[in-house]
């Protein structure tokens, strides 16, 4: 069943370069609709492997900031 709906531009120029992505990624052409259906796909954690970039320096701040936040944290009983 086809069905019309009503999009902002903004949003409508996001699912089009989401699609030019994923043309890239799969090499096959993509539609819009099949944009919409990627967003809504459970993926692995692990899918977001090298995805985010940062500095060693940045690294070892987030690093040291998580085990600060560890250290501080206890369990609560009822």
Do not use: C, Q
Request: overall charge positive; aromatic content about 8%; hydrophobic content about 40%.
């Amino acid at each position: 069943m086809a069905v019309s709906i009503k999009i902002s531009d903004e949003n409508y120029k996001r699912l089009a370069s989401l699609s030019g992505r994923l043309r890239e990624e799969l090499h096959k052409p993509i539609s819009i609709n099949e944009a919409i259906n990627f967003l809504y796909i459970k993926r692995k954690i692990s899918e977001l492997a090298g995805s985010w970039e940062m500095t060693d320096k940045e690294a070892e701040d987030f690093m040291g900031n998580l085990k600060r936040g560890w250290k501080r944290w206890t369990i609560k009983s009822a």
